[in-house]
């Protein structure tokens, strides 16, 4: 994407993830599940399941693979990054549930 195409949108970068300090519950989850080896790759991980999650706060496995088909990462082999994912899911549900 050029810089020009976001003009006048939000934007979300990995630097806004945290709050005050404490890891968002998806990088968290990451940490938790060893998901990042090298760290090339995590933010882009890290995005592109913040957003996805955000449309999709119950995915299954299968769904999550899809969502991460853009994205490439040459360490880890993905099953950590899945199952941080799932991870993350059910802890932001269970969040968003005893918040209501
Ligand atoms: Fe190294 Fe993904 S952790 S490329």
Redesign the pocket.
Known sequence: MFAVQAHGHDIQTVEGLSHEGELAPLQACFRTHH????????AG?LITLTDFLSHNPDPTEEEVRQALTGN?????GYTN?IEAALDAAKRMRTNSEAAA
């Open positions: 998901a990042l080896q090298c760290g090339y790759c995590t991980f490439l990462c040459r360490c880890t990054i």
